[in-house]
């Protein structure tokens, strides 16, 4: 049984003014398939003020302000998603008044949403709530689903009923669940653990460091631009070891890895600029000299791809 102090149950409002809708009926794949957890959507926002659906800890806010994350007393970890591929549009529509460590109420103001400015950057407006650790903390969400104004309760959170943790394998546990397992690849260098070594196994199964055009980053993906999208072998990828889920959309080959991606994107970037053949030192050399249609790829795409001095 869980403590008598842990919450079993979390109350969650909504973010923003709109009207709540199931998960699954958000028009992004990745969302809607539950790959980065449990949740709902809000469709037809008008704009204008955001707010905590929780009350927590900010774990996390998005360099380009599109999202934040949020974790409970519970331990359950929310991502508000401002809008889909937002990311792209590089922070011009968002305010975030929230840092990483502050205490927040749930339907305390957290910053705004400029709704026209999404549109007209060629966006969706659909706001996503979602549950990041849902496999291992959430037991099931309910959701009302409708019409509401931001701050309203909108949707109650069941916490997963566990054992407790034996003391000694707490610190073992704490480890194991900050960077992923690798799985076994007689052909990986064996010094490569954690993120580092699930970097080089999507690398490696992309079609190698020669197939990579460029790579940028949001909030629950990393995103790369191939040459040949038919060389990646999306089957070994998404049964790699901290990878949720892999989709192919907008001209990206996308690798769902959650609330790590930068993390996993600093480790890819790191393995990309380590370059030795000629043709990897030449595709190295185009990303960091870009041509006309490279520049305004990497405005519409986020973090261009770049070799760390």
């Known amino acids: 049984m869980t403590s008598s102090t842990t919450p079993t149950t979390v109350e969650v409002v909504a973010p923003i003014t709109g009207t709540i809708i199931d998960i699954t009926d958000v028009p992004d794949p990745v969302f809607a398939k539950k790959s980065v957890g449990d949740g709902f959507g809000i469709s037809a926002p008008p704009g204008g003020t955001v707010v905590s659906p929780v009350t927590g800890t900010i774990m996390m806010v998005a360099k380009t302000r599109h999202a934040v994350g949020i974790k409970t007393e519970s331990g359950l970890q929310f991502l508000v998603h401002l809008g889909i591929d937002t990311v792209e549009l590089e922070g011009k529509p968002f305010t975030l008044t929230v840092t990483k460590g502050d205490a927040v109420e749930a339907g305390q103001n957290i910053g705004t949403m400029d709704v026209e400015a999404i549109k007209e950057g060629g966006k969706d407006t659909t706001t996503v709530v979602a549950v990041t650790n849902t496999a291992k903390k959430l037991d099931h969400i309910d959701v009302n689903e409708g019409p509401v104004e931001a701050g309203d309760k909108v949707a109650v959170a069941h916490v997963k009923v566990q054992s407790p943790t034996p003391p000694e394998s707490l610190e073992s546990a704490a480890t194991s669940a900050k960077e992923p397992a690798p799985v076994e690849n007689s052909r990986r260098p064996a010094n490569l653990t954690g993120y580092d070594a699930l970097a080089w196994d999507i690398i490696d199964n992309i079609g190698g460091k020669e197939n990579v055009r460029s790579v940028t980053y949001c909030i629950t993906r990393v995103r790369f631009y191939l040459k040949d999208s038919n060389k990646a072998k999306t089957d070994i990828i998404t049964n790699l070891n901290g990878v949720l889920d892999v989709v192919q959309a907008g001209g990206q080959y996308q690798v769902v890895v959650g609330p ?38 990497s405005l519409l795409h986020g973090r261009p791809q770049e070799k760390e001095s």
């Not at 043709?279 to 006309?292: I, N, R, V």
């Open 260 to 297: 790590e991606a930068e993390e996993v994107y600093n480790a890819v970037m790191s393995q990309l600029g380590e370059t030795s053949s000629g043709d990897a030192e030449t595709e190295t050399a185009k990303s960091k000299s870009p041509t006309a249609l490279d520049r305004v790829k």
